[in-house]
């Protein structure tokens, strides 16, 4: 009983002070300043030529001749490089369909080829890690093409599972 008191004392005195009166503000913004001179570009070395063109403090008239403003070579030397580093991947991350998984060989067979029956398009392929069967259709590289065709296999596999899965590539 005396910690409950002691407790509440310690909760009013918190929340009194806790509580502060408004004060009105006195001060305005409308004089406020700021010198942004140091931030702000010097325009000083731009010179005017006589047909008041800007001109830079280099003496010669054009500038851009000697170089070659074709920049093709550099681009498809960076083009071989990405396509080089893509080629060196075997596998990228995209999504398969799960359409059955247990202990049983022949639940699987049969699952398998009741999908070929039913979506002759797709190719189901039986994977065992044991002790389980795993039967997968599809390989997606996005999930929104793996989810439209799971939402027609989900009416027939009721315990189907879109999973994501490394796809293997093959660049020829």
């Known amino acids: 009983m005396r910690y409950h008191r002691i407790g509440y004392i310690v909760f009013l005195a918190g929340f009194l002070s806790a509580c502060k009166t408004s004060v009105v503000s006195t001060s305005s913004t409308d004089n406020y300043q700021e010198d942004l001179s140091g931030l702000r570009p010097d325009l ?30 550099e681009l498809d030397s960076i083009n071989k490089i990405i ?54 259709v599809g390989s997606y590289h996005n999930r929104l093409e793996a989810h439209k065709v799971f939402q027609s296999l989900k009416k027939e596999f009721p315990y189907a599972l879109l999973i994501p899965e490394r796809i293997a590539v093959n660049y020829e």
């Open 83 to 136: 396509i080089q580093r893509n080629s060196e991947k075997k596998y990228v991350d995209g999504f398969t369909i799960q359409i059955y998984t247990g202990n049983d060989n022949e639940a699987a067979r049969e699952a398998q080829e009741h999908s070929m029956l039913m979506f002759p398009d797709l190719e189901p392929v039986i994977s065992y890690n044991q002790p389980t069967f795993k039967v997968k």
């Open 44 to 73: 000083s070395a731009v010179a005017k030529s006589p047909d008041n063109t800007p001109t830079t403090g280099s003496s010669s008239s054009n500038q851009y001749s000697s170089a070659d403003l074709s920049i093709t070579e």
